[in-house]
């Protein structure tokens, strides 16, 4: 009984806990990226797709540097000219693609403690919602009274 107890309020936490990631919800550290690049990757089971965005950050870094690169290119009879620096991205998880054209933009949230970006996607808030109705429901079940079992509390006199 106490194992399904624990079992269902685990259910529910790592639910509620995937809902928050998944809308960046209680201060999680969340970016709105642009400029989203996908690809198809083939795996064992099917096709996934690998997505990459430029953070507000990365966005004017990146222009930035072709900024610099072209005026570049207009010295580029100088010796010592730098070489063009590679573009910054950010890789997201769970990108809601539809297989065509890619996002203009995705909202990401970033795990704590972590590197990686989870887009808010409804395929995360689904899953947090079914973890979340899966716990409730086994809390739910432990906890309702037995049929027909009377209390063994003894009634208090105050006289």
Same mark, same amino acid.
């Given at each position: 009984?106490?194992?399904?107890?624990?079992? #269902?309020? =685990?259910?529910?936490?790592?639910? =509620?806990? =995937?809902?928050? @990631?998944?809308?960046?919800?209680? #201060?999680?550290?969340?970016? =709105?990226?642009?400029?989203?690049?996908?690809?198809?990757?083939?795996?064992?089971?099917?096709?996934?797709?690998?997505?990459? #965005?430029?953070?507000?950050?990365?966005?004017?870094?990146?222009?930035?540097? @072709? %900024?610099?690169?072209?005026?570049?290119?207009? !010295?580029?009879?100088?010796?010592?000219?730098? /070489?063009?620096?590679? !573009?910054? %991205?950010?890789?997201?998880?769970?990108?809601?693609?539809?297989?065509?054209?890619?996002? /203009?933009?995705?909202?990401?949230?970033?795990?704590?403690?972590?590197?990686?970006?989870?887009?808010?996607?409804?395929? @995360? *808030?689904?899953?947090?919602?079914?973890?979340? @109705?899966?716990?409730?429901?086994?809390?739910?079940?432990?906890?309702?009274? *037995?049929?027909?079992?009377?209390?063994?509390?003894?009634?208090?006199?105050?006289?």
């Amino acid at each position: 009984m106490r194992a399904m107890v624990a079992a #269902g309020a =685990v259910a529910a936490a790592l639910g =509620v806990g =995937v809902i928050a @990631v998944g809308t960046g919800a209680f #201060g999680l550290e969340t970016h =709105v990226f642009t400029r989203i690049e996908c690809r198809s990757v083939m795996v064992k089971g099917g096709t996934v797709w690998h997505c990459d #965005g430029e953070s507000p950050e990365q966005l004017r870094a990146n222009d930035a540097a @072709v %900024r610099r690169a072209e005026l570049a290119a207009l !010295r580029a009879h100088r010796e010592g000219s730098p /070489p063009g620096e590679p !573009r910054r %991205r950010t890789a997201l998880t769970f990108v809601d693609h539809d297989g065509r054209t890619d996002p /203009p933009r995705v909202t990401a949230t970033r795990l704590p403690g972590g590197e990686r970006w989870i887009a808010h996607s409804s395929s @995360v *808030v689904g899953t947090g919602t079914g973890l979340l @109705v899966l716990g409730g429901a086994v809390l739910a079940f432990q906890w309702r009274p *037995v049929m027909g079992q009377r209390s063994t509390a003894k009634p208090s006199s105050t006289t």
